[in-house]
Every structure is written in C-alpha cells, then in structure tokens.
C-alpha cells in the first residue's frame, strides 16, 4: 500500500497545489490544504477550481486504492456545491468517502472544511475504472 504522503507526491497539480494526503484507505481519504494567495481570487478566497481540484485528488487517491492490479481510474463526472469561503492564511480539510465502489466505476464524496469547522463545499465525483 502506498503511503499517505507518496500518495500526495506522486500527482503533479495536487503537489503544485500544495495538497496533503494526511490518511488514505480504501474506505477513506483525509488531506489538508494551505490556502495560498496563488490559489486565492481576487478576494483573497479559495478559487473554486482549487476546491475541485482538491477534492478530485482525494476522490481520486480513494478510487486508486480500490482498483483492481494492473487498472487505472479517471474522473468522468464531479459536481461541486460551493457553501462557504475560506480565506488566504488559513487552512482547509477534507475527508472524501466512497459512496459506490463497483467494478466498472466508483463515486466519492468530499466534504471541505475550514478551521472553524465550517462547511466550504461538498464534491460528489464518479472514477471510471480504466
């Protein structure tokens, strides 16, 4: 099995990103993110496509560690429900859960968290099995 933080590494943009695989199973995956201001927008807030992308990685990561040896997985669908912002400076969690794992396809969801405990978004992904 590979390591929480091999796992972050291994994938570019989550590595540009700065994305933190914290703990990652088969049955879940829990990462961190420092929001930077050169993931910001103009409001020195989280820019949505941080937040998918975020998600996506811990989505993916979990599709990962349940495929089958030898197959790969891709993101064909995800939708995102953006609720609060999270500012520059501070930092936020994720922890992204299967809610199908099939043979052909599996789909996570990940709920984003500031440091307060609220709600930034929630990420609902389907990872075809390739």
């Given at each position: 099995?590979?390591?929480?933080?091999?796992?972050?590494?291994?994938?570019?943009?989550?590595?540009?990103?700065?994305?933190?695989?914290?703990e990652a199973d088969?049955?879940?995956?829990?990462?961190?993110?420092?929001?930077?201001?050169?993931?910001?927008?103009?409001?020195?807030?989280?820019?949505?496509?941080?937040?998918?992308?975020?998600?996506?990685?811990?989505?993916?990561?979990?599709?990962?560690?349940?495929?089958?040896?030898?197959?790969?997985?891709?993101?064909?669908?995800?939708?995102?429900?953006?609720?609060?912002?999270?500012?520059?400076?501070?930092?936020?969690?994720?922890?992204?859960?299967?809610?199908?794992?099939?043979?052909?396809?599996?789909?996570?969801?990940?709920?984003?968290?500031?440091?307060?405990?609220?709600?930034?978004?929630?990420?609902?992904?389907?990872?075809?099995?390739?």
């Open positions: 099995m590979d390591s929480p933080e091999r796992l972050s590494v291994s994938q570019p943009l989550a590595k540009l990103l700065g994305v933190e695989i914290l088969k049955n879940r995956v829990f990462g961190r993110l420092l929001v930077r201001e050169e993931i910001c927008t103009g409001w020195h807030t989280i820019h949505g496509g941080a937040i998918m992308a975020f998600a996506d990685t811990l989505g993916a990561t979990g599709a990962y560690l349940n495929l089958p040896e030898g197959a790969s997985t891709t993101t064909i669908e995800s939708k995102t429900n953006f609720i609060a912002p999270a500012k520059a400076g501070t930092v936020v969690t994720a922890e992204s859960l299967p809610i199908h794992i099939g043979r052909r396809s599996s789909v996570w969801q990940t709920k984003i968290s500031r440091d307060d405990g609220k709600l930034v978004a929630i990420v609902t992904q389907t990872q075809m099995v390739l």
